[in-house]
């Protein structure tokens, strides 16, 4: 099978003759063969490509050029089989990367085309595989062919700055070449082909300041000594340009910007030679007098000093710090002011740079003076104690007016004004002291007492004697001083027991037992300290039972004198014991030591103490009954109290057996009317003419007396009987109901009824009655009894025009 690039095959002799296959990236004809043989190292020779006619030439790679833009499909070569005899019974089939979507083969002739536009950069080169077939059969008639077709690079790419803009920086005052950055531009075309990969660098703006090396990018200073102070950034535009910057490449450009960096260069100046500041002469301790500032047109730690004082009057009372923030010189004052001992001071002030560089001192020096004049102004100051704490003692005894001692101030203005002076009464509220206005004199207001405070902290107040403008005086004005008045101790307190003691006294003791030792206080605190005697009583001094033994040491001993105690005789024993101190005068006091007897064992451990609890068989005869009888009172009291609690919880009368008209019953419900008989039982409402309540016992015949006798099977209406009698038969049949109730209390009760009587002339308004009765009263008149009526008639009018 043969190949052919782009119609060479019609003089294929020729061009065998002329360009070695080699140079046109052809492939030879295998002699052994008819296979395809990779041999690009080799040319075949011309002549057996004229004579050996049974031989194939075999073509194994072709070229395309990429971006072709005609509008036809763009030819590649031929493939050509020598079985191929023109009549048309072999098909060509091409298959691999791009077949039948890219490339395209006509079956009949064998022509190769390209039906796309390739780019070399998207792919360069493509493999193919090309086969002669049976049209008939398409069974192979040779063997399968690889070859490759490869895209030809065009110019078609301009080089790019992948990592631009770039941001640079060079040292300020760098000498002439110094390097600042390099820049590289890709080109995305062949390099192995041609120039159109090959790119070369140019600055198109930014100069004379830099420049570039063409081939390498590389951008340098163009200039010595900038200086950053007059200029810090500039901008560069670098273009790279392919084709060897020839006519016709293609360029692509970035920007640089180069920042010149900051070096110590300029020395500290300032912008005066002296300063003048003025303070108050009032001005606090480590407050700031004043604050200058050396320039320095140097940035960051070139720019950072150092300020000191060089020298000046008023030595120890400023000094000079460096704010970090602002760098400026912050005057601190270190001692008070008075402008009545000195009202200015003159000050000689450095700034030097902190960070020297050395390549630069011929620049300097790198430091600069100048002087500060502070002037003190006057104040009014609050008047100023000789002594800010004075120490004053006083007795305890000392009579109330008595002068402790003085205090003394000062006005330390050059008015010198009268001083008055007072005391803080929070610092003492009880008001024991006095301080004399003018002279300052401390005096006692009320006794004393050390042991109740043996210590007063006193704030006396001094202010400037301004009688005309005293109300108006500043409390800022105001002087304070200390004093702390001590109270001198007096032998005013008796020694007592230091403790209360509980001393307990076996009833084994023998005889000289030590059974308590007592110590003593005494509020009073002697310089030469407490000294206490301890003796008896002189009422119990001659005692058989105890004696006391002064040890000498503030201590004493009580023994006994005797054994033989019984707690059975005698449970306790007081025993007063005389304390007297070593005061002047020397004071005493009686305190009572009381000794419990109690029965110990082997060891002398007490095991009970006291009386001895008797027994009940000691008791007598008329003791215990006497117990007895109290015992069963307190029982029989007892029971009563229960028995009337409970009685008084039973009620009087009981609730079912209870007569409704004995009650007042409040609903809080409207009723339904005449017709409402579902609430309660209407009847026992009713008028006692209409039905008598027979709510009396029959197996019992009362004697019941009465003032009418009338047969006991017929009795008169009330209404027969005269209204003075109404009422008695009345309340006599109720007393008899009463009298014979089994249920009814054993004891007088209030009762009362709700009986309204037959002697009304209208008789009874209610409606009640109109259950058991069919009265047709006319009720006409009340229409002639006044509008307060005239709604009652219209409705009896409603209901008998209803009825």
């Known amino acids: 099978m043969g190949w052919c690039c782009s119609g060479i095959c019609r003089a294929l002799a020729l061009l065998a003759l002329l360009f ?11 002699p052994s063969s008819g296979d395809l043989e990779k041999s690009p190292h080799s040319d075949p020779d011309p002549w057996e490509v004229l004579h050996r006619h049974k031989r194939s030439w075999v073509w194994n790679q072709f070229f395309v050029l990429e971006e072709y833009t005609g509008n036809e499909p763009l030819y590649v070569g031929k493939l050509h089989s020598d079985v191929d005899k023109g009549d048309g019974k072999v098909k060509y089939v091409l298959s691999g990367e ?7 083969i006509d079956e009949n002739t064998g022509d190769i085309h390209a039906t796309k536009r390739l780019d070399r950069e998207a792919q360069a080169y493509y493999t ?76 198109i703006h930014g100069q004379p300041y830099f420049s570039v090396e063409p081939k390498t990018g590389v951008i340098r200073t163009a200039l010595p000594n900038m200086d950053r102070e007059t200029r810090d950034q500039y901008v560069l535009v670098i273009q790279a340009k392919d084709m060897v910057g020839q006519m016709g490449g293609l360029s692509g450009t970035t920007s640089v910007t180069v920042t010149l960096t900051d070096v110590n260069d300029n020395p500290p100046r300032f912008t005066h030679k002296s300063y003048q500041y003025t303070v108050l002469e009032s001005l606090p301790v480590q407050s700031v007098v004043a604050r200058i500032k050396a320039a320095d ?147 006692t207001a009320k006794p004393l007492d050390r042991e109740a405070n043996s210590v007063h902290n ?46 307990l006294l076996c009833e084994n003791a023998m ?46 001993s009580i023994l006994t004198k005797r054994g033989g105690f019984r707690r059975r005789e005698q449970p306790v024993y007081r025993l007063p014991v005389l304390i007297v101190d070593s005061g002047s005068p020397a004071l005493s006091s009686t305190n009572t030591l009381s000794v419990r007897v109690c029965d110990c064992d082997s060891d002398g451990v007490a095991l009970s103490c006291g009386a001895v609890a008797y027994t009940a068989t000691g008791l007598s005869t008329g003791a215990l009954l006497a117990i007895l009888g109290c015992i069963i009172t307190l029982l029989v009291m007892v029971l009563l109290i229960v028995t009337m609690r409970r009685r008084k919880k039973e009620p009087l009368i009981l609730e079912e057996e209870r ?35 027979p709510n009396v016992r029959r197996d019992v015949t009362p004697d019941t007396p009465t003032f009418f006798h009338y047969p006991s099977t017929t009795r008169p209406s009330y209404k027969s009987l005269p209204d003075n009698v109404v009422f008695r038969e ?74």
């Open 20 to 30: 070695p296959l080699r140079e046109r990236g052809c492939w030879g004809l295998n």
């Open 458 to 503: 006193l704030t006396i107040f001094a202010i400037e004697s301004l009688p005309l403008l005293s109300h108006l005086q500043d409390p800022t004005q105001i002087g304070k001083g200390i004093t702390l008045i001590t109270v001198l101790d007096i032998n005013d307190n008796a020694p007592v027991f230091a403790i209360d003691y509980e001393t």
């Open 511 to 556: 005889p000289g037992q030590v059974i308590q030792t007592i110590s003593a206080v005494d509020k009073d605190e002697p310089l030469s300290g407490h000294r206490f005697y301890f003796a008896l009583a002189a009422s119990v001094a001659g005692n058989l039972n105890f004696t006391l033994r002064d040890n000498k040491d503030n201590t004493a």
């Open 659 to 693: 007569d409704i008209r004995e009650n007042i019953v409040r609903y809080d419900d409207e009723g339904g009317g005449e017709e409402d008989t579902e609430a309660f039982d209407m009847v026992t409402l009713r008028n006692l003419n209409v039905i008598r309540d």
């Open 297 to 443: 047109a140097d940035i960051g730690s070139n720019a950072e000093m150092d300020y000191r004082i060089m020298d000046g009057d008023g030595p120890g009372m400023f000094n000079i710090t460096t704010d970090e923030d602002t760098q400026d010189g912050v005057i601190i004052l270190l001692k008070p002011l008075d402008f009545e001992t000195k009202s200015s001071f003159s000050l000689r002030i450095e700034a030097t740079n902190r960070n020297i560089d050395s390549n630069f001192l011929s620049l300097g020096p790198f430091s600069d003076t100048t002087s500060v004049k502070v002037t003190v102004e006057d104040v009014n100051e609050p008047p100023v104690f000789s002594t800010a704490l004075s120490k004053m003692v006083v007795s305890e005894d000392a009579k109330v007016g008595s002068s402790i001692g003085r205090v003394s101030a000062h006005d330390p203005d050059t008015s010198n004004n009268g001083i008055r002076y007072s005391i803080d009464r929070n610092t003492d509220l009880e008001r024991f002291f006095n301080v004399d206005a003018l002279s300052g004199v401390i005096s």
């Open 98 to 104: 791009g077949a039948t979507s890219i490339f395209t």
């Open 730 to 803: 009345f309340i006599w049949e109720r007393l008899k109901d009463a009298d014979v109730d089994p249920s009814a209390p054993p004891y007088d009760s209030l009762q009362t009824y709700a009986f309204e009587g037959s002697g009304s002339v209208a008789e009874s308004l209610s409606s009640l009655e109109s259950l058991s009765t069919d009265s047709d009263q006319n009720y006409d008149y009340l229409s002639n009894w006044g509008p307060r009526f005239k709604k009652l008639a219209d409705l009896y009018e409603i209901e008998r025009k209803t009825l």
């Open 128 to 203: 193919l595989q090309a086969q002669a077939v049976d049209r008939l059969t398409n069974l192979p008639v040779e063997p399968r062919s690889e070859f490759v077709v490869k895209v030809q690079d065009i110019n078609d790419n301009e080089p790019k700055f992948l990592d631009g803009p770039y941001l640079a920086g060079v040292p300020e005052m760098s000498p002439l070449g110094t390097m600042v950055v390099q820049v590289a531009a890709t080109d995305a075309d062949d390099p192995t082909y041609g120039n159109s990969a090959r790119v070369v660098y140019s600055i």
